[in-house]
């Protein structure tokens, strides 16, 4: 559609409405549970607030266009779309990969939830995850893998699965469309959670599925309507205002990551740096080859879990909170969640403050 523009062309463009004159530049949320119906009872697009919403839908296309999908599905947190997405695929019977230094609530949700069914739930770690996928029915992959920043060769993996005609999820949380587009990768659909990144501001919950497959899309929003896992028509508002300016946040949060990842491979205190656009970092080609951006998560190990509390009470800018892709650089202890990591392995997640302030900062607060 607006394939030549530039990303953040593409999403003040995506977060926009048609130009009518005399409407908002940017309509306002349209919170509604029931729409008038007319009496021949011909069904309107808008019946019933769990079945569709004017607001989604403006959120959906703009999330299809960053995608690069023909459709996108908004979802009340990122676990509903990757558990309504799972749902819909999996059978008594097939297996399904996760992976299995991941996103560790995706993982419980397979082995508490799916596993008694009847599903077969094989975890494989990055490097692992096309070998998992040779017998597999369905594939979750994440790549940069959260909280260890390790790369999923994508397209690599789109080919073992299309020769076994299995189905590739890959959940684009933590680099967003901004970073790569998994579609063009050869993925079937992607999963995400707009919480991050996208909304960017700590304040919102929300997630989406993309997709360019009518059967499998259409599935999943069947799926959204019977199961129910809606988001409000407010928070859809929100995510649209959000979206026009993450490619500007974005941006500010990539070059903060380069910049604090140099200064940390050069950093006694640090060890086991981890950012995809280190020339240094083992998945640096992979990234490179797939990723436009390489994102805005840096993952380091300090001596202990001391070390990191000592890091965020020394620090003026750096807050300490989970979750990431807001304007605040935050640092998470990700052992504390029980993520198979050592006591001082800590995820950073970059904000958009000025990089010589935060350079300084975190330079003086490791001491
Ligand atoms: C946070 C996260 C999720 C879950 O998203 P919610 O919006 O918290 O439900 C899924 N996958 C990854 C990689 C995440 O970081």
Redesign the pocket.
């Known amino acids: 559609m607006d394939g030549h523009y530039g990303d953040s062309t593409r999403s003040v463009k995506a977060s926009g409405a048609p130009a009518v004159a005399g409407e908002p530049v940017t309509p306002p949320p349209v919170p509604a549970a029931a729409y008038h119906l007319s009496v021949d009872e011909a069904a309107p697009i808008d019946f019933y607030g769990r079945a569709s919403n004017p607001t989604w839908r403006r959120l959906e296309s703009a999330l299809a266009e960053l995608e690069g999908a023909t459709s996108a599905c908004a979802f009340g ?4 779309a ?1 558990t309504s997405t799972l749902r819909v695929l999996l059978r008594p019977g097939m297996k399904l990969v996760v992976p299995a230094d ?2 560790y ?2 993982r419980r949700y397979a082995t508490e939830s799916l596993a008694p069914l009847g599903i077969t739930i094989v975890e494989a770690v990055a490097d692992g995850m096309c070998a998992a996928a040779a017998d597999a029915d369905v594939v979750l992959a ?1 790549s940069p893998v ?1 909280p260890t920043l390790d790369v999923v060769d994508l397209h690599r993996l789109a080919s073992v699965c299309r020769g076994r005609g299995s189905v590739l999820v890959v ?1 684009n ?2 680099a967003t469309p901004f970073g790569q587009r998994p579609l063009s990768l050869g993925a079937d659909l992607v999963v995400a ?1 707009a ?2 990144g996208l909304s960017g501001h700590s304040d919102l ?3 989406y599925v993309a997709g360019s497959r009518p059967d499998l899309m259409a599935g999943v929003e069947r799926e959204r309507l019977l199961a129910g896992a809606i988001l409000g028509p407010f928070e859809a508002w929100l995510a649209l205002r959000s979206l026009g300016t993450a490619g500007l946040r974005v941006d500010r949060q990539c070059q903060n990551a380069m910049a604090v990842a140099l200064m940390l491979r050069g950093h006694p205190a640090a060890r086991g740096v981890r950012y995809p656009g280190l020339p240094q970092d083992p998945a640096h080609e992979v990234a490179t080859i797939q990723m436009k951006r390489y994102g805005g998560l840096v993952a380091v190990e300090l001596a202990d879990a001391a070390a990191v509390h000592a890091l965020v009470e020394r620090s003026d800018l750096l807050v300490a909170a989970t ?1 990431f892709g807001g304007i605040h650089t935050s640092v998470d202890r990700r052992a504390r969640w029980g993520d198979p990591v050592s006591p001082g392995f800590a995820r950073l997640s970059m904000g958009i403050e000025d990089t010589d302030d935060l350079l300084a900062d975190i330079e003086e607060a490791l001491g």
């Open positions: 947190s990122g676990m509903a990757i991941g996103y609530q995706t994440e959260n959940d949380t933590a959670s919480t991050k919950v929300l997630g979750s």
